[in-house]
């Protein structure tokens, strides 16, 4: 079942579920932007001090993933189901919110999922090639530690999996409740779960740092018309990549 509610109403209770600053932040600060004279990434360190770290930050994302040290990282192990989502369009991109319940383990940390959300093209480059999109899954372990995994989407063919979602895109200012049965969360995800890890940020204002960033190597297929249908309402979303400076990108074996 899908029932649309104006953003306004169902605001609060995202804001209650995302408790920690820097995760609301990826809706929050309404000036910011992906294009413009003022807005776009290259200034948004000049819209608020709070962005400084966004300009100053060493350990920024996205970036480039080229040169790897492959190495034994521990299995990402992921413990979803379905959940009731409320789909909001935050005027940066389509947010995925969810209720606790589903969550992520690798090595001695547990993070709960909180929401997820989408970009186009990818902000993470593999070799120095973009996929169509990504879909970030940003999760918080009880230490307040931001675990994010990226799940690069390519073209291929319609993806049912993701139909809940791509069929009832909410339009800016509104948001969609969608019956825990039609979004099956562990279906989004590739079987293979080999991936890339690194340290970085927050790929939106304030860019904060210390987010531990796992971008699965196996990318997931979507139709041409799910791809069509989000870039309809956000044609670029992506920040550019950042350099890398001393960090080095683990690649599991
Ligand atoms: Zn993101």
Redesign the pocket.
């Known amino acids: 079942m899908i029932s649309r509610f104006p953003f306004s109403k169902t605001a609060a209770v995202a804001a209650l579920m995302l408790s920690s600053w820097a995760v609301q932040a990826e809706g929050q600060a309404p000036h910011w932007a992906y294009k413009g004279h003022h807005g776009a990434p290259a200034h948004w360190a000049e819209l608020d001090p709070a962005f400084e770290t966004c300009a100053k930050g060493l350990k920024q994302s996205p970036i480039d993933i080229r040169k790897t040290v492959k190495t034994e990282l521990p299995a990402l192990e992921f413990s979803y189901g379905s959940a009731a989502p409320t789909i909001v369009n935050n005027g940066h991109t389509i947010q995925i919110n969810l209720p606790a319940g589903q969550s992520l383990k690798v090595g001695d940390q547990t993070y709960e999922l909180l929401q997820f959300?989408f970009?186009t093209p990818s902000?993470e480059m593999v070799a120095g090639k973009h996929a169509a999109m990504v879909a970030?899954f940003v999760h918080r372990n009880a230490a307040g530690e931001l675990g994010v995994v990226g799940v690069l989407l390519e073209h291929g063919k319609k993806n049912p999996a993701f139909d809940a979602i791509f069929s009832h895109l909410p339009r800016p200012g509104e948001s969609i409740t969608v019956d825990a049965l039609t979004l099956d969360l562990a279906a989004l995800l590739p079987e293979s779960k080999g991936y890339y890890a690194y340290e970085g940020s927050l790929?939106?204002p304030p860019c904060s740092q210390g987010v531990n960033w796992m971008v699965l190597k196996t990318p997931v297929r979507l139709g041409a018309d799910q791809i069509k249908a989000f870039r309809r309402l956000f044609n670029a979303n992506a920040r550019p990549v950042q350099l890398l400076n001393d960090r080095i990108v683990k690649e599991s074996l």
């Open positions: 959300h970009h902000e970030h790929t939106t």
